[in-house]
């Protein structure tokens, strides 16, 4: 399968640790989204990247949240400090830029649980 | 970024054809339309895009009035398996940034 894969898919941690994330995405995808959805909510843009380019945050993403890129092809989304709040699944995306582009897939997400 | 508007949930039975409308007055002349389909803990799925007229692929068809102010996902003789959420997003094509997911339409298929 050469879709968009996250790890792990399921974290549980305690209020205040850290938590990080990863996101490989396909492989000739330059383009990276990271997306957060609560329960019956759809998916909420936090941050992209074009190639290991950060372009854009949302106003979402507090300053506990850091994603990179560092090599244009994986990335990871790290949460400092978690809170109760921070529970949610996050969602990584890719698509292909250019030309006729393509649709973001989506990968199966990571459902982070705060305790 | 144009803000969509769809029915909170539908029902239907095994083997009938579904249609789920969305309204976006504010559409832009750069916008597509797209469609995301998503089951329960998995990643929302590309189901079809388009900008006027009528997209058809093996899934679905979408349906695009002239004005592009509402568009309408059609499912052919759905089954079982269809149950999930759908979205309908409108923004520049394949810019994910740009996207606003919102709350989707519950579809439910009973047997």
């Known amino acids: 399968d050469t879709g968009v894969s996250q790890d792990p898919r399921h974290k549980i941690t305690k209020r205040g640790q850290n938590v990080t994330f990863r996101c490989d995405p396909i492989?000739?995808?330059?383009?990276l989204y990271w997306y957060r959805q609560t329960l019956g909510q759809g998916p909420e843009f936090l941050t992209y990247f074009q190639n290991e380019a950060q372009l854009e945050k949302s106003r979402l993403l507090s300053d506990r949240f850091s994603a990179e890129r560092p090599k244009g092809s994986f990335s990871t989304l790290e949460i400092q400090r978690t809170e109760q709040g921070d529970s949610a699944m996050y969602l990584c995306?890719?698509?292909?830029?250019?030309?006729?582009?393509?649709?973001?897939?989506f990968g199966n997400g990571t459902r982070l649980t705060v305790t | 970024l144009a803000k969509t508007t769809q029915p909170i949930s539908m029902d239907s039975y095994e083997g009938q054809e579904v249609n789920i409308t969305c309204s976006h007055n504010n559409i832009a002349t750069n916008d597509y339309i797209t469609w995301y389909q998503q089951f329960p803990s998995q990643g929302p799925r590309f189901i079809i895009q388009?900008?006027?007229t009528k997209v058809t692929n093996e899934v679905a068809s979408l349906f695009i009035p002239a004005d592009r102010k509402s568009s309408t996902l059609s499912l052919p003789r759905v089954s079982l398996s269809d149950t999930a959420v759908y979205y309908c997003?409108?923004?520049?094509?394949?810019?994910?940034?740009?996207?606003?997911f919102g709350g989707g339409t519950r579809l439910m298929v009973k047997p």
């Open positions: 492989s000739e995808h330059n383009r």
């Open positions: 388009g900008y006027k």
């Open positions: 995306a890719s698509s292909l830029d250019g030309g006729q582009g393509s649709p973001l897939h």
């Open positions: 997003l409108v923004g520049e094509k394949n810019a994910g940034n740009m996207l606003t």
